[in-house]
């Protein structure tokens, strides 16, 4: 790989562009909103607003998804899923796995799923 590739692959990462990319089209495909380019201009305000603390950050599921989500994954009933379908559900969601660290033997319960996710 060239130096020059690398560097910008880098770059993306360090600031997390793919991800961000991806929630949008999820939004976008979502939404399906008349005025694409404004509501994609509406949402980048948004999450400037909600990580300068001055609005909420916009999200593509609410409460009640999230629940029934984790309900998908706890096919059993248990209460809980393991770190591994946490790590793969994230994923589903466009979300970084990159700092997670969560031991193979960790459970997680519905609560923490939806603090986190």
């Keep these: 790989m060239a130096a020059g590739e690398q560097q910008s692959r880098e770059y993306l990462e360090r600031h997390r562009i793919p991800e961000l990319l991806h929630r949008l089209s999820a939004l976008l495909l979502y939404h399906q909103p008349e ?3 404004e509501f994609l201009i509406q949402v980048l305000e ?7 603390g001055e609005g909420e950050y916009p999200y593509l599921m609410d409460e009640t998804n999230l629940s029934a989500m984790f309900s998908l994954l706890d096919v059993v009933g248990q209460g809980h899923i393991t770190s591994t379908q946490y790590r793969e559900a994230l994923k589903t969601l466009g979300l970084s796995t990159k700092d ?4 193979d033997d960790v459970n997680i319960t519905l609560d923490v799923f939806m603090e986190e996710v």
Excluded: D, T
Excluded at 46 to 52: E, H, I, L
């Design 35 to 37: 005025r694409p380019r």
């Design 46 to 52: 948004k999450v400037k607003a909600g990580r300068q």
């Design 100 to 103: 997670l660290q969560l031991g």
